[in-house]
């Protein structure tokens, strides 16, 4: 299934670098943005399919959470202590530590470790997605009817990742997963900045690089949110 949503999404790149190639009257630094952006999309696209979300129960887990409450928390299908914190996958067949999903399009769960590389992977396709729509709106040749479909295409697809990218943001700004959502469960008080730098490490630099923050790359997300959520802190306090 991973290669159908693989192969749809290299074709829409393909397509739209096909209706730019035939548009005349185009800037040459327009297109080179858009080449900036397609490559940071598959970057972030194939993090979000091979990079692990999470690292194991074993390596992410407290003596804290290996004494207490362990008959409440305790995985069968993993034969394993399962901490707050983490949400057996079905499909990836693991416990996964702040599991947010199970995303189709990378047959990959989203974690605590590419949390931040989906929301990218989001964040640049949707822009990628509509420069290009603007460069072939804004172009000053013959648009055909392949360019006209692709444009529209492009909007399109630009506004619904966008929005979804944007329903993540607020998401984390809560400090909920997707699970927790459609669980009705309610987040935690940590704020914005704080979630953020829950899942985007503190490097601010890195922010829009698709890589594991360094910061939390070890697993240090678990026992930072845990201590964190317990304690109740402001998101000053991190």
Known sequence: MTKVFVGIAVGLMAL?????????GLDAGD?????LLVFLMVVSYAGAIFISPSLSVAALLSPEDGDADTEARYCEKCDCVKPESFHHCSVCMRCISHMDHHCPWTSNCVGERTKKIFILFLFYTSLSCLWSASLLVGSTGHRSLFVSFITVLSFGVGFLLGGYCLFHLYLLSQGKT?????????GNTLGFAANLRVYFGHEW????VPIVPPSIRLGRLHALRSDDERAGLRGDAI
């Open 31 to 35: 297109v080179v943005v858009e080449g």
């Open 205 to 208: 630099w890195l922010y829009l």
């Open 178 to 186: 997707t699970l927790d959502f459609m669980a009705g469960r309610s």
């Open 16 to 24: 739209k670098a096909l209706a730019i190639a035939t548009t005349h």
